[in-house]
């Protein structure tokens, strides 16, 4: 027992307790090329278990923001693992990139076993829905830095693509559509606006909300990112996708665009899919122009696929296979700059 530690605020048997919890979780997410176990130094993987002839890997790093506020502010932690790790899978999946494997970090102010086991199940869940191997991590208690009841949560992944079939964007060109794949929510961005509209509007977290089906407010909030990666690379190993953005912070505008060649840019039509009806609150309770919304917010769309127009139609049949909701949602210009044709206007 580390007694002058303990004194210090930081439970050293607290910390083992939770490795004992944990090591069931990440015992879920093997696949192939995952080597060792839980407790090593370094987490390891077998990239020739791939028999890949000229891999390329991609790597993202992303953590869940202020979402956080909400999971404490319900005292709810079973999913924004998953968002720690759609946040990072869904980018390098951009690449073209299979995820491969995972490691999270979590700092906490007070060490609950309990608490960090929900968090790291969740992040074990996002790593099976992705088909990445969870090979490691790290807890730090950190009194002083964190409150009692606070955290934070990041991740690490890195994936593998065959460099013939890596996706960068330079394949694009005028005339390609836009097949927009529906978001399950506001994901994991712009959470600092969001908390600051739900606060000036005076409801609280827990408040049943007309505009969201009488559904309580921080769970629709608290809704997991969806991790798009088996049902898009199943369009990649059938389809020649020529660009993928998966829409984050800025939305559309800073978003798909980083597909684009010079020259181009975009043609988009409200009213191809739904907007959700949380961003039609947010934007009511907000006092939010309508086309600024586009510009912070995924709008209902979470990842775009650019292709060819006569491959829209089988790309579209094998993400709806996987239960994903899709559309046509717009097609690359001449003319640069995101044009969003407004379903009122």
């Not at 908390?195 to 509007?201: G, N, Q, Y």
């Not at 020649?240 to 939305?251: Q, R």
């Not at 907000?286 to 979470?302: A, D, L, Q, S």
Request: proline letters at 3%; charged letters at 20%; hydrophobic letters at 40%.
């Amino acid at each position: 027992m580390a007694k002058s530690y303990e004194n210090a605020g930081v439970n050293l048997e607290a910390g083992y307790e939770v490795v004992r919890r944990i090591r069931q979780h990440v015992a879920s997410t093997a696949r192939k090329g995952s080597m060792g176990g839980i407790g090593s130094f370094g987490g390891m993987f077998d990239l020739s278990s791939l028999g890949m002839k000229e891999p390329v890997l991609v790597s993202g790093t992303d953590g869940v923001g202020t979402k956080l506020k909400i999971a404490f502010a319900l005292d709810k932690h079973d999913t924004v693992g998953i968002d720690a790790v759609a946040m990072c899978v869904n980018d390098v999946l951009a690449q073209g990139a299979e995820p491969l494997f995972f490691l999270d970090y979590v700092a906490v102010g007070h060490n609950d076993p309990a608490r960090v086991e929900a968090i790291v199940a969740g992040v074990a869940e996002g790593c099976r829905q992705a088909g990445c191997a969870l090979v490691g991590g790290e807890t730090a208690e950190m009194p002083g830095m964190y409150g009692k009841d606070e955290y934070d949560i990041a991740g690490f992944t890195t994936g593998a693509v065959e460099k013939s079939r890596l996706i960068d964007g330079s394949k694009v060109k005028v005339g390609d559509v836009l097949v927009g794949i529906a978001s399950s929510g506001v994901h994991s961005n712009g959470f600092s606006l969001v908390r600051k509209i739900v606060s000036d509007s005076g409801h609280d977290y827990r408040d049943r909300v007309e505009e969201l089906g009488g559904n309580v407010l921080g769970e629709v909030l608290l809704t997991p990112t969806r991790i798009y990666v088996k049902p898009v690379l199943d369009v990649i190993r059938s389809c020649d996708v020529h660009g993928v953005a998966h829409i984050t912070g800025g939305g559309f505008d800073e978003n798909i665009p980083r597909v684009l060649n010079e020259g181009q840019g975009l043609e988009i039509s409200e009213g191809s899919w739904e907007i959700l009806p949380v961003f039609r609150m947010l934007e009511k309770w907000g006092g939010i122009p309508h086309r600024e919304m586009y510009n912070i917010f995924n709008m209902g769309v979470g990842m775009v696929l650019v292709l060819d127009a006569s491959e829209a139609d089988r790309a579209m049949s094998i993400l709806s296979s996987h239960g994903e909701k899709v559309s046509v949602i717009g097609r690359v210009s001449s003319e640069p700059g995101v044009n969003i044709i407004m379903k009122n206007a």
